[in-house]
């Protein structure tokens, strides 16, 4: 069964940096446009980011704009997310997910219906 798996997650100190990576064991991930979300403990999930199936195009929630980075490597069924300047706010369980489905959607955030289960990032002040 196809799956989104993410890695990177950790522990890191107010300023740092991470780089998440997001692996699709399918053989269609060329075709999806991906995304990534995060949630906070008590709190809903957000949308964080999106890139096109080619990269012609990246969306950025405005909290992460500037210093989160949305990439993909089709070659190597890969997502990433390079977030840089983290604050703890940026704490949250962050997810990787795919609109497998070739419909349009209104915006950027709706639509994805694969969805790995997650790395937790923890930003200390």
């Known amino acids: 069964q196809e799956e989104l798996v993410e890695s990177g997650g950790g522990l890191v100190q107010a300023g740092g940096s991470l780089r998440l990576s997001c692996v699709d064991s399918?053989?269609?991930?060329?075709?999806?446009?991906m995304g990534w979300f995060r949630q906070a403990p008590g709190k809903e999930r957000e949308f964080v980011a999106a890139?096109?199936?080619?990269?012609?195009?990246?969306y950025y929630a405005d909290p992460v704009k500037g210093r989160f980075t949305i990439t993909r490597d089709n070659a190597k069924n890969t997502v990433y997310l390079q977030m840089n300047s983290l604050k703890p706010r940026d704490t949250a369980v962050y997810s990787c997910?795919?609109?497998?489905?070739?419909?349009?959607?209104?915006?950027?955030?709706?639509?994805?219906?694969?969805w790995g289960p997650g790395t937790q990032v923890a930003v200390s002040s």
């Open positions: 997910a795919a609109r497998t489905k070739p419909t349009h959607y209104r915006n950027n955030r709706d639509g994805y219906d694969l």
């Open positions: 890139v096109t199936t080619n990269s012609a195009s990246t």
């Open positions: 399918g053989r269609t991930f060329s075709n999806y446009v």
